[in-house]
């Protein structure tokens, strides 16, 4: 069965530093572009980044860019995003999310989501 | 950045009536839109892709149109299980964007 599972979300003080992970499973990682959206509470989506297959590129949101860093290790099935100089509004649920199209295409819609990790940023 | 407006925030239905929910661009994304369901507590799952496209496994109930600027999606007979939050997505322009979703919710 083809599984997301993120984890590493946590209580972090603004200014602080955490990683997300999302172990891959039953699915070729390596052929799929993916993408982390973020779910403020009682909010709607947020995309935050989103990386290629080979991870020779990378796209972020404006909110994100220069603090948070998308990355991946295709021999270990896993997603990274590298959160820097956290802010309270970075407070949400994060769901690492797979794209249904193979490499080297990447069509940017996601089939199959994670159950998400929480990342609460408050002092 | 393309905004995607949807309508109605709310839409108050029975099971067995028909929904239909309307996204809108700020811009022309041709036909490159999809449409998620979230339920509380669960991850979105992706209904139509390129407008009218239905991805694998969702029922036929479940149908997409437009292009352009003005999307629909139509649940032709709600089921219980269908009473959720509905997000429209645009992969036209980055970055990728979201709409503010609907809410289909049981009248």
């Known amino acids: 069965e083809a599984q997301l599972v993120e984890s590493g979300g946590d209580l972090a003080q603004p200014g602080g530093s955490l990683r997300l992970s999302c172990a891959a499973s039953?699915?070729?990682?390596?052929?799929?572009?993916m993408t982390w959206v973020r779910q403020a509470p009682g909010k709607g989506l947020e995309w935050v980044a989103s990386?290629?297959?080979?991870?020779?590129?990378?796209f972020y949101a404006d909110s994100v860019r220069g603090r948070f860093t998308v990355s991946r290790d295709n021999s270990e099935n896993t997603l990274y995003l590298q959160m820097n100089s956290l802010r309270v509004e970075d407070t949400a649920l994060y769901y690492c999310?797979?794209?249904?199209?193979?490499?080297?295409?990447?069509?940017?819609?996601?089939?199959?989501w994670g159950r998400g990790t929480l990342v609460t940023v408050s002092s | 950045e393309i905004v995607l407006t949807q309508s109605p925030a709310t839409l108050s239905l029975s099971p067995g009536e028909r929904a239909t929910l309307s996204c809108r661009a700020s811009?022309?994304?041709?036909?490159?839109l999809a449409w998620y369901q979230q339920k509380p507590g669960q991850a979105p799952r992706l209904l139509i892709y390129?407008?009218?496209s239905r991805a694998t496994g969702i029922p036929a109930r479940f149908s997409g149109s437009g292009s352009g600027t003005d999307f629909t999606l139509t649940i032709s007979s709600l089921e219980p299980e269908d009473f959720a939050v509905y997000y429209c997505?645009?992969?036209?322009?980055?970055?990728?964007?979201f709409g503010p979703g609907t809410k289909v919710d049981i009248k």
């Open positions: 999310a797979k794209d249904q199209q193979l490499v080297p295409l990447a069509y940017w819609y996601l089939d199959l």
């Open positions: 997505q645009q992969r036209a322009i980055w970055p990728l964007t």
């Open positions: 039953g699915i070729t990682f390596s052929n799929h572009a």
């Open positions: 990386i290629y297959g080979l991870g020779d590129s990378t």
């Open positions: 390129d407008a009218s």
């Open positions: 811009q022309s994304v041709t036909y490159y």
